[in-house]
């Protein structure tokens, strides 16, 4: 097999992080792996491998005729047999496939809205779908969405997983005080739901004040963001919450942080979970999305409803005054993580299925 990943960013999102982990993951099972990035270049170009090739298309729109047929001259000169297009890729695929029908295109879909798929709208996807050799969803919600509402017949669910050799250099240290922190990996999103962690953290400011909250994640410098760093301003949280944006360090932000959290209102199957439990933390999570399917509610983690603070905050209590529970509850998630989420296993199924299709 000689394979792309298209992805439109390589921001720190999880649709991107995901594409980088299959091509560095196959680069040493297949005959070639590339990555071809179509608009942005971000953070993440850093944690391709050497074995993996690299291009980034610069397309200026959805249709860039220029760019679609440096994509075409780029297939033919590495003899590419397949396209694995992540998230929103999918139409550069569709377009490409149009001008080289030989290849097979393989959608990965990350909808990150699982809680709100009657608003998707699939008339693009479905007529593209025509031309898709396979999907892949990453959670069971998404599966039967596609296999409900679009034209290909091929289609699997693959959990999302995680690598350990990811870069692990601090670069600054988080602020706070050692064993104290709370760490929100999420891009600052609406279904991020950071209104309901800042709630929690005004009530823990009061009771724990010496604890304090970490977000890591892009900032996308927009009204949702400008509405988190205001609400922190108005309720003094300051000296509590900390803002990072997008960072390349995340296994040593990781390895800082004492309990791992997500507020979300809406979710696929979320990397920061995998890391999460890759790094032993302990984590508490809202329920949405496939979270139930990797953490057991007070096996592994604690699962919350979705916005109740109250609930989240007691429950948060809970870990902070009983460390013996964050080791327990840290250990049993790192186990399941590496026995269920890790690049070997994902790998195995991806190219059996691939082969069969």
């Given at each position: 097999?000689?394979?792309?990943?298209l992805?439109?960013?390589l921001?720190?999102?999880?649709?991107?992080?995901m594409?980088?982990?299959y091509a560095?993951?196959?680069?040493?099972?297949?005959?070639?792996?590339?990555?071809?990035?179509?608009?942005?270049e971000?953070?993440?170009?850093?944690?391709?491998?050497?074995q993996?090739?690299?291009?980034?298309?610069?397309?200026?729109s959805?249709?860039?005729?220029?760019?679609?047929?440096?994509?075409?001259?780029?297939?033919?000169?590495?003899q590419i047999?397949?396209?694995?297009?992540?998230?929103t890729?999918?139409f550069?695929a569709?377009?490409l496939q149009l001008?080289?029908?030989?290849?097979?295109?393989?959608?990965?879909?990350?909808?990150?809205l699982?809680?709100?798929?009657?608003q998707r709208?699939p008339?693009?996807?479905?007529?593209?779908?025509?031309f898709?050799?396979?999907?892949?969803?990453?959670?069971?919600?998404?599966?039967k969405?596609?296999q409900?509402?679009l034209?290909?017949s091929?289609?699997?669910?693959?959990?999302n997983?995680?690598?350990?050799?990811?870069?692990s250099?601090?670069?600054s240290p988080l602020?706070?005080?050692?064993a104290?922190r709370?760490?929100?990996?999420a891009?600052?999103?609406?279904?991020k739901?950071?209104a309901?962690?800042?709630?929690?953290?005004?009530?823990?400011?009061?009771?724990?004040?010496?604890?304090?909250?970490?977000?890591?994640?892009q900032?996308?410098?927009?009204?949702?963001?400008?509405?988190?760093?205001?609400t922190?301003?108005?309720?003094?949280?300051?000296?509590?919450?900390?803002v990072?944006?997008?960072?390349?360090?995340?296994a040593?932000i990781l390895?800082?942080a004492?309990?791992?959290?997500l507020t979300?209102n809406?979710e696929?199957?979320p990397?920061?979970?995998?890391?999460?439990?890759?790094?032993?933390?302990?984590v508490l999570?809202?329920?949405?999305?496939?979270?139930?399917?990797?953490?057991?509610?007070?096996v592994d983690g604690?699962?919350?409803?979705?916005?109740?603070?109250?609930?989240?905050?007691?429950?948060?209590?809970?870990?902070?005054e009983?460390?013996?529970?964050?080791?327990?509850?840290?250990?049993a998630?790192?186990?399941?993580?590496n026995?269920f989420?890790?690049?070997e296993?994902?790998?195995?199924?991806f190219?059996?299925?691939t082969?069969?299709?």
């Open positions: 097999m000689r394979i792309i990943q992805i439109d960013s921001e720190a999102g999880g649709a991107e992080r594409a980088v982990h560095n993951g196959l680069a040493a099972r297949v005959a070639f792996s590339g990555l071809v990035c179509t608009r942005k971000g953070l993440l170009r850093k944690q391709l491998h050497a993996v090739d690299y291009l980034f298309l610069n397309k200026k959805a249709i860039d005729l220029q760019a679609l047929f440096r994509l075409r001259r780029y297939c033919k000169q590495h047999s397949h396209v694995q297009a992540h998230a890729s999918f550069t569709f377009l001008i080289l029908p030989k290849l097979k295109v393989i959608w990965h879909d990350h909808y990150g699982s809680e709100f798929l009657p709208r008339q693009l996807l479905w007529l593209c779908s025509h898709f050799s396979g999907i892949i969803s990453v959670n069971e919600v998404l599966k969405w596609s409900d509402k034209a290909c091929k289609v699997m669910y693959l959990p997983f995680v690598t350990t050799d990811t870069q250099e601090l670069i602020a706070g005080t050692a104290k709370i760490l929100c990996l891009n600052l999103r609406p279904q739901n950071h309901l962690l800042l709630k929690v953290a005004s009530m823990l400011k009061d009771s724990h004040p010496d604890w304090t909250f970490h977000l890591v994640g900032d996308f410098n927009d009204v949702y963001a400008a509405q988190i760093k205001q922190i301003l108005d309720n003094a949280l300051e000296q509590h919450v900390f990072y944006g997008s960072r390349a360090d995340t040593a390895d800082q004492t309990i791992g959290v979300s809406s696929g199957l990397l920061a979970v995998l890391e999460y439990g890759l790094h032993a933390l302990p999570v809202t329920r949405v999305g496939d979270i139930p399917s990797v953490i057991y509610n007070q604690v699962i919350a409803e979705v916005d109740d603070a109250m609930a989240f905050y007691k429950s948060l209590v809970e870990l902070i009983n460390p013996n529970l964050r080791l327990k509850f840290g250990r998630l790192q186990a399941k993580i026995q989420y890790t690049e296993g994902v790998m195995n199924h190219l059996h299925w082969q069969s299709i």
